[in-house]
């Protein structure tokens, strides 16, 4: 937090990086093809959005980044994961906070149990850290244009170690981040996890029948077949009306 406070053109300094990442990481063959006009434009839309994102950053509490790009190797049952965390900072109070970029649309509703639809941030949260490591959070960063940049996640006092000029409606505030919860979200990767090694893949899907309209597997798939048998059974298991 304090480097980036000592910038002095913080302008300059983003557009520096920019410039400078965009040559590096794009292919000279790839740059040829393409107009220079479109990218001007885009140097100029990663600009202003990291600017945008770095000046949400500056009203944040205190705050120090341990690593970029952190690598980890966890253990799940007889899986191994090679994990890698975009960034984790230690917050004021020490804790830390895993954080997780992402430029397109999500939300944490989908790390809600049972059967969560993203497992990436609570298996960050439930095994990448040491056991004398203290988590205070979880969250995407959520780099977008607007109203929806910022972070998005389960804190244990956001307003205390993130924001401090949260509202209690916030997400941040509302969502609170406890050893339950982690423990909830670790029991149920590790099921998940025996389910795999185990072969399972029981036809189950999670939002039956919206689920069935997006999948492209209906030739090999007999869900159709177990819901009306399944229907079927349960009819003949109602007791019959009695005769008037």
């Given amino acids: 937090m304090d480097d980036l406070r000592k910038i002095d053109d913080l302008d300059t300094f983003i557009a520096e990086h920019v410039r400078r990442a965009t040559q590096s990481e794009l292919k000279q063959a790839v740059r040829e093809r393409l107009p220079q006009r479109y990218l001007e434009m885009e140097e100029r839309r990663l600009i202003f959005l990291v600017g945008e994102w770095l000046a949400y950053e500056l009203t944040r509490l205190d705050f120090n980044v341990l690593e970029t ?8 049952d007889s899986l191994s994961f090679d994990l890698r965390l975009d960034r984790i900072d230690k917050l004021p109070d020490g804790s830390l906070l895993v954080i997780d ?3 397109g649309t999500v939300t944490t509703k989908s790390w809600e149990l049972p059967r969560p639809d993203d497992v990436q941030l609570p298996l960050y949260a439930s095994f ?7 988590l205070g959070g ?7 244009r607007g109203k929806e940049l910022g972070f998005a996640g389960h804190m244990t006092d956001a307003r205390a170690t993130l ?6 409606t916030s997400g941040l505030m509302k969502n609170k981040l406890d050893e339950q919860k982690v423990r909830e979200w670790k029991r149920e990767i590790e099921n998940l996890a025996r389910n795999f090694v185990a072969g399972r893949a029981d036809v189950n899907p999670r939002e039956y029948p919206d689920t069935c309209t997006r999948c492209g597997l209906h030739t090999l798939c007999r869900i159709q077949e177990h819901r009306v048998l399944l229907s079927v059974v349960e009819d003949a298991a109602e007791p019959e009306a009695a005769d008037e």
């Avoid at 990448?128 to 203290?134: H, K, W």
């Avoid at 979880?138 to 977008?144: E, G, Q």
């Avoid at 924001?163 to 209690?168: A, W």
């Fill in 69 to 76: 790009e952190a690598k980890r190797t966890v253990k799940i």
């Fill in 101 to 103: 970029y992402k430029t």
């Fill in 128 to 134: 990448a850290l040491g056991a004398e490591e203290t």
């Fill in 138 to 144: 979880v969250t995407f960063a959520k780099v977008r």
């Fill in 163 to 168: 924001i401090d000029s949260l509202r209690g």
